[in-house]
């Protein structure tokens, strides 16, 4: 009897329950992004000359931050993947010296938070490029908000709207579409065995 065909990429991934092996890739997701935000730290400050003049224009930059969010529920794909691996990453940036301090851990506490509504929505039976992109948007707009609390209250209102459509703009296209494309890729490689990220088309 032929094989059937494969589910779509919004498939529903089984039980919620967490597995011993879900806790350690989704905590080692965690690290290895923490890793990568950190760079990403040090690179988002050397490019902040260039935005001398227009500073809300470095918001097309600020995706990295947030690839963790998505990346751990696409792969393991249960409730509260997202801001497991999104707290963990924030953390370790925080212990490696983020030049942002020890405030990266709320940041990650509630980007992670937010990026699980995008899943959440659709009760984490669907985890495809809807929920992706949904997951990165909300996400974005956690982190705009902590921004202009922190950073930028005495923005003007143009700025601020500027800022607010390019952070989410980047977090789309670098955490959302990224972060399904990262998923993909690492399902092709076999690396995802073990879920079913790796049996469905994501």
Known sequence: MAEPAVRPSDAAPGTPRWRT???????VLGVAFGVVFWAWSLLYSAFSPAFAAFPPGQAVMYGGWLLAAVVAPLIVRKPGAALFAELIGATVEALLGSHFGT???????????????????????????????????????AAVVLDFVNYYPDWTGGWKTTYLLLVVGSTVAIAGAGGMALTRALAASGALSSFAADRTRV
């Open 21 to 27: 092996v879900d806790i350690i890739v989704t905590a």
């Open 103 to 141: 405030l990266v851990i709320l940041y990650g506490l509630l980007q992670g938070a937010a990026a699980e509504l995008g899943f959440a929505l659709f009760r984490y039976k669907r985890f495809g490029w809807l929920q992706a992109l949904l997951a990165a948007a909300f996400a974005g707009l």
